[in-house]
């Protein structure tokens, strides 16, 4: 199964993704292409690296995100990707392109959905004072943050935790999450029913 990374910034993620497929953990999902809408993101670094086929395309001169994500679509198809995985791609996807690849895509959310969506979700958990907080990889849909979940996993905020340790652990399970989220999907073992997700033996 042919896999697309998109990736705006760091890559860590993408990162973990690759270390996982090269230890035959990713089952028969195949990281194929990695996309950024940033020509400098890290992530096309590492996708280099492993010798992974790298798609840039910055926004300017899109005249909306649907013309936008259209090219980038055109791409996925081209590449005959079969899963999306979003990994720190910062741009809201349009409708065109989650119903183009409909139950498809994954991202992964750094705190407890529905809590603390958007792209601050440590800091705002962390500033918040929960005591708890995590990770939750889910399907996109059309709305942000909001598809149905895959896993979830909490991630416990202790009193003398900065801001910096909250980050290191929160990337530290994201990094195990993600690959396992994957593994579950190339092997069809996740069953859509309504918002909830059900996890075949
Ligand atoms: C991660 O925290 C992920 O949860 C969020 O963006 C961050 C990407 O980090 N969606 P990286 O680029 O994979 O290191």
Known sequence: ?????????????????????????????KITLVVSDKPEAFALERARKAGIKTFVLGADGFSSRSEYDKRIVRELKDEKIELVILAGFMRILSGYFIDEYDNRILNIHPSLLPSFKGAHAIKDAFECGVKVTGVTVHFANRELDAGPVILQVSVGIEEEDTLDILEEKIHAVEHKLYPEAVRLFTRGKLKIEGRKIRILP
């Open 1 to 29: 199964m042919n896999i697309a990374v998109l990736a705006s910034g760091n890559g860590s993620n993408l990162q973990a993704l690759v270390d996982a497929e090269a230890k035959g953990d990713l089952a028969d999902g």
